[in-house]
């Protein structure tokens, strides 16, 4: 067990960044490793998972996420992006989105709509918009969105650039699956709310 | 890379001869088995969210590398109702590259995963098969043995040519990490 301490310290240790003013819901995961600074607020709802090794950056703008969300490991919300001029909030993220390891979402009035799909590794631009009502889009994995970018309701956005429609009509199903996905995790993922809150 | 200044004992080394940095992230180490000769880089995530019920939800091989900033995770479906993690089983002499992530059921042994790959969820990669730089292999697809794989989504664009598996060899790569290796360049000067 000695070396797993040793190894702990060489961690960059989350004190290091200023902790963001939180306002996180009590049925909210997040896994200790997780990184929430900043100096606006950020907003988290009930039943959202967090895992490991993600960093929520508020500096540039309010963070706003929505219910039943799941961000998986090293994703970077509210990064910081080439234009500097400071938007109205950072990123706000309906429900049920889902983002996968590694992707990036740019700060500054960008908005992933209810039941996307950001796929690993993807860049999401500032400003940017999934969907009319920004709702359902997939990105898949490694695509990237131009800043200021609109993509209508249920786009399936792959292979660097083409787009087609989702036309399944699975939405309610994986709402669903989301949800049993999300029991799963609340008992995988060792939470300490209290944390991120002071 | 990393600088040529090591840092005194940037490795664990164990007995089995795994080198794992000091600076790798494995979450869940309960759940992941190496089967020695085995070097995880630093920044190398393996991240298991495992069933309780199953023991060990990443099974890696012998020579296998695992480059910086690359993760690794097992694969997550609804399966009788439930969402349940499947294990990620890697072969032997693996190399799996900068960036890249690998959510694959299986990888075979002999194969090559070059940087800023995404293997996508329930993949079944074969032996001997190389990855390109970039390549995005979408969820579920099957990989045959000696396939080159490219592209975004990824497509076999060709074959590993004859005589070409000796390049999956990760017996001399192996040694060129560890916390007291000579540095690299020096078998390369007395080539010259």
Do not use: W
Not at chain 1, 97 to 117: D, H, K, N, Q, R
Not at chain 1, 149 to 169: A, C, I, K, W
Not at chain 2, 49 to 71: D, V
Not at chain 2, 140 to 167: C, D, K, L, T, Y
């Amino acid at each position: 067990m000695s070396s797993s301490n040793k190894r702990h310290s060489m961690m960059p240790r989350a004190g290091q960044l200023p902790k963001a003013p939180v306002n996180l819901s009590s049925s909210v995961v997040i896994h200790d490793n997780a990184v929430l600074t900043g100096n606006h607020t950020i907003n988290i709802s009930s039943e959202t998972v967090i895992h490991p090794r993600n960093k929520l950056d508020s500096s540039h703008g309010r963070v706003t996420i929505g219910r039943r969300c799941i961000i998986h490991e090293r994703v970077v919300i509210g990064a910081p992006s080439s234009d500097p001029t400071k938007g109205e909030f950072g990123v706000t993220l309906e429900d049920y989105v889902t983002v996968e390891v590694a992707a990036v979402i740019e700060s500054g009035c960008t908005t992933i709509g209810e039941g996307c799909l950001i796929g690993v590794g993807a860049r999401i631009g500032r400003g940017a918009k999934l969907g009319k009502f920004c709702q359902h889009c997939t990105i898949t994995a490694r695509s990237v969105i131009q800043p200021g970018e609109q993509l209508p309701d249920y786009t399936v956005l792959y292979s660097n650039g083409t787009r087609r429609t989702d036309r399944r009509g699975v939405t309610e199903l994986k709402n669903k699956a989301q949800a049993r996905q999300i029991d799963v995790m609340r008992r995988l993922i060792p939470t300490n709310i209290n944390r991120f809150k002071e | 890379m990393s600088s040529r200044k090591q840092v005194k004992g940037e490795y664990i080394e164990t007995d089995t001869g795994n080198k794992v940095s000091r600076k790798a992230n494995l979450i869940g180490t309960q759940h992941i088995m190496l089967g020695g000769k085995t070097v995880i880089m630093a920044d190398a995530m393996g991240s298991s969210g495992a069933a309780p019920q199953s023991n060990t939800s990443i099974f890696i091989g012998r020579y296998c590398f695992l480059s910086r900033g690359c993760c690794l995770r097992p694969p997550g479906r609804i399966y009788k109702g439930a969402f349940t993690y499947m294990p990620l089983r890697i072969g032997d002499h693996v190399f799996v590259g900068e960036n890249s992530v690998v959510q694959a059921a299986t990888v075979g042994s002999h194969v090559h995963i070059a940087a800023n790959a995404v293997v996508g969820e329930f993949a079944i990669v074969k032996d001997y098969v190389r990855i390109l730089e970039g390549t995005v292999v979408p969820a579920n697809m099957v990989i045959p043995s000696f396939s080159v794989v490219a592209g975004q989504p990824g497509r076999v664009i060709g074959e590993v040519p004859e005589g070409g598996h000796e390049q999956f060899e990760m017996r001399e790569m192996y040694k060129t990490v560890g916390n007291n290796v000579p540095p690299p360049a020096a078998p390369a000067a007395q080539a010259v």
